[in-house]
């Protein structure tokens, strides 16, 4: 399947620092990817779809000054948490799908990133 | 009602038995089905993807949809300890959402 690549897989830092997670498609070129955020014993609930080129398109209640999605190019998409604090400890993880394999294709996860707000 | 349903579980079964675990969604215009599977601390990895109705086998794992009643399983045959994660269910209209998954525990 396709890969993608996301970094770092571990982050702490603290309240009130800004912090970069990248998503990286390796073998494929995604116009569009996806971000999560898990919490313990919960299921993924997106935050917001990255559009290369464009701005990002945020789901209801997630705070677009807060975290930042940059798509510049077609194999990378970027999402800082600004301003962090100790309730934005969470696991972030983008997907990603293959547009040249057709719209009814499945996403390719990332790693996932661990960050812990201290 | 939730977009995308799934008993949270556990679902304990015997090491070798079938796993059956079902999901349920709301959006009839959805047309693409996963199947992932996420082991705790780590990201989901997909199990399947099924399109169109009936059933699609790919080793000892088999999705079965029925879009007339909005519903789509996962049946594991022979399953192993190592099968023990939780697996979510997706479902993709316009966006793909995801069930608050089932978790699976094989008991030796």
């Known amino acids: 399947g396709a890969v993608v690549s996301q970094h770092p897989s571990r982050v702490i830092c603290k309240s009130g620092t800004s912090v970069k997670i990248e998503c990286r498609s390796l073998?494929?070129?995604?116009?569009?990817m996806f971000w999560y955020r898990q919490f313990p014993k919960q299921s993924l609930m997106l935050m917001a779809t990255s559009n290369e080129g464009s701005k990002a398109t945020y789901e209801q209640g997630v705070e677009k000054d807060k975290f930042l999605i940059n798509h510049a190019s077609l194999t990378l998409s970027t999402l800082t948490v600004t301003s962090a604090h100790p309730e934005d400890s969470s696991f972030y993880i983008c997907?990603?799908?293959?547009?040249?394999?057709?719209?009814?294709?499945?996403?390719?996860f990332g790693q996932g990133t661990r960050l812990t707000v201290v | 009602q939730k977009e995308v349903e799934q008993n949270s579980g556990p679902l304990s079964v015997p090491e070798g038995a079938i796993a059956s675990l079902n999901c349920t969604y709301s959006d009839r215009g959805s047309q693409s089905f996963f199947w992932y599977r996420q082991y705790s601390g780590k990201s989901p990895e997909l199990i399947m993807s099924i399109y169109s109705n009936g059933d699609k086998e790919d080793g000892r794992f088999t999705a079965q949809l029925n879009k007339a009643s909005q519903y789509v399983s996962l049946l594991i045959r022979d399953s192993q300890p190592s099968d023990s994660a939780t697996y979510l269910c997706a479902v993709r209209s316009s966006k793909i959402i995801f069930g608050s998954g089932t978790r699976l525990s094989i008991r030796p």
């Open positions: 997907s990603a799908r293959d547009q040249n394999r057709g719209t009814n294709t499945e996403a390719f």
């Open positions: 073998d494929f070129q995604a116009t569009t």
